[in-house]
């Protein structure tokens, strides 16, 4: 079983930024598992912004926020962070952590454990 939980959103303008927290909790060794950031805005079906295998250097972007937004881990924490750089309003979303044991995967449905999220706004 693995907790995870949220951090770092909140409301910011254009342009500026963001990092998410994704701190992981359980009773199971970390490392052998993936986490994935996803977001769903309003109106929207949920959508994968970055993943990352806990061992290893495999990462993913979606080409929507490539260039704006990093994924990170920092394992002695068990922690994944999301910097969100150059915020857009339509980065505006619910922001989910998820993990699954084994490697990153793009499809929601492959996650295993969620956060509750946590709330970006970002304004124009």
């Known amino acids: 079983q693995v907790e995870l939980v949220e951090s770092g959103g909140g409301l910011v303008q254009a342009g500026e930024s963001l990092r998410l927290s994704c701190a992981a909790s359980g009773r199971t060794y970390m490392p052998n598992y993936a986490m994935g950031w996803f977001r769903r805005a309003p109106g929207k079906e949920r959508e994968i912004v970055a993943g990352?295998?806990?061992?290893?250097?495999?990462?993913y972007h979606a080409d929507s926020v490539k260039g704006r937004f990093t994924i990170s881990k920092d394992i002695a924490k068990n922690t994944v962070y999301l910097q969100m750089n150059s915020l857009k309003p339509e980065d505006t979303a619910i922001y989910y952590c998820a993990a699954r044991w084994g490697v990153w995967m793009i499809e929601a449905s492959e996650y295993s454990y969620w956060g509750p999220g946590t709330q970006v706004t970002v304004s124009s």
């Open positions: 990352i295998n806990l061992s290893g250097g495999d990462i």
